[in-house]
Each structure stands twice: as C-alpha cells, then as structure tokens.
C-alpha cells in the first residue's frame, strides 16, 4: 500500500507468469481430503450481514502505520461516509443465505475531495468514494482475529471497467510493524474478467520475502451470482479454495497449498490474522474515455464471513 498504484504495486510484477489458465480441481487422492475444509471442524465465527456490527468491522483505509492505507483510484470511506456518499448499507436480497446482505458501492464523486490524507482528491481520475472494511485498527487493535482455520466468504462481484474486489487476510503484527506482514489474498478480481481471478500469499519485507500466486479459471460467472471463496490457514500453510474446492496452481498443476514461511514467528509472536473486504479501482488500466453513465456507481455484495476451526 505504498504508492498511487496499489497493494505492494498490484504484486503483478513478480507474479505475472503466475499463470491465467488451468484446470480447477485436482483429482488425486491426496485433494479429496481437501475438498470439504469444513469436513470435522466447527463454525466458530459468523456474520450474515443481517446488520453491519461496528464493533467488529472497522471501516476506511488498510490499517497501517507505514502510509495512510489507500491503494488504487478510489478512496476508502469511513463508517459516516465521504463526500456525501456511503458505501455501506445492508440490503435485502433473495440470493443470500439470510435474505440480506453488505452491499459496498464505489462511486465516481467527479470533483475535488477533500478525504483526510488521500492522494487523488485532486486527480481526476481518481475522485471516486468506494468501501473497505476489516476487524482492526489502526492502532493495532483486533476485534476480531485468528490464527488458524479456514476462513470463507460468499461474495457477488460487479462487472465493471475499473473494480478490484478482494476478500484478503493480513497478520496483526503487520499495522504497527509493517517492515514485514504477511498477506493471504483468498480471491482478488478484476470487473472485466467474469470468469477469472487471481489468488496470492505474500510474506512482504526481509529478511526472507517470499511470494506464491495463481490465477484461478472458473466454470461460473462471478457477476452473475454468488460465490465461495475460502482459505484453510494451518500451523504452516495456507489453501486456497473455490466454492469449497481447492484451486489449482497453474505453475504446479496441483492444489494451491503453500507454505506459510513465517509460521514460527507468527506463534512467537502469539500473532493472528484478520479479514479484510474491499471493492477497490485498479489504476493500473486505461481510465475509460468516456466512462459510461452507468459505470459511475457500481457495488459488490457480501453475504456472510465464516471462520471454522
């Protein structure tokens, strides 16, 4: 979250060759012990987004003590709102487990801002209001945290020339000592590709940085409905999944499970992770000339955030 661009510059760079096409699932018998994560383990932790509970969810920039916390071309709003507008709101919805769900908009404001410490409320490109929300602060408190399990969320995207939705996971430690953290993007996508995204570990700074990623085909339309994105957070590991299945990494050509380098230190530390919503705008692609009417609000919706252990 250093610059104009992003979370540690997109990661794209070093990621790239990652690989943008594969199969979904691994047949072998050792994936089909993966295959149900929740299989022997207990809901511990939920929200069904019937309400938005402040006292879990903290709402704005990335907490973060090395730089204000936005990334990207939109702002992050506070729980009151920026510029007039809100981006959160709790809506009734058919499709949702509940029949209602977060809905966290992203709005084009088209004029100068004046959002504390944002770097484009001058830039016009960059004069949009959109929603982020997670369980910490930035003066490290966790309201809510966890240092093992799999942890899920059912999410519906926007398709969308600029948004970026992400459902990410980052150790405590990292907001008052960001010289080094750990990230596990559980599912980052872009609003022009419905049937593709990409999944990331990244253990930032050294000694020993260490990054592992993939992009993830799937057999659906994430704008057109619903999905399961999760990740099972072991002593030492993470695995991805998709819709309870594990992903593939393209680079492998077997299920995404990497090794969480720093797990020794995460438990020295007695350190735990903690979710992290977003509908973020990528600055890395042409700006739309002109951009559509109707791409001056766009929203992605949540259903619910589940932790087992």
Known sequence: MTTLLSRRLFAVGALASAGLAGGLVWRSKASERLEDPTSGRALIFEDNFTKLDWSTWNAGPKPTTSDPGFYGRSAFARDSGEEGFNPYAIVDDPNASDGKALEVAAKHIGQPMKVPHYYGNELAEFQWVSGNIQTAKRDGTIMKGWRRGYFEARMLFPGHPLTWPAFWMMNGRSILHPQTSIEIDVVEHKGWEPTLYG???????????????????????????YCRYGVLVTDTECTIYFERKPIIDTRTGKP??????????????????WPVLTLALRSDVPYPQPLSPTDTLTRMRVDYFRVYS
């Open 256 to 273: 995404a499970v990497w090794t969480i380098t720093r797990s020794a230190q995460l438990d020295a530390d007695q350190d735990v992770f």
């Open 199 to 225: 999944a990331y570990l990244h253990e930032w700074g050294q000694p020993g940085e260490h990054n592992e990623g993939t992009g993830v085909p799937t057999p659906v339309d994430m704008t057109a409905g």
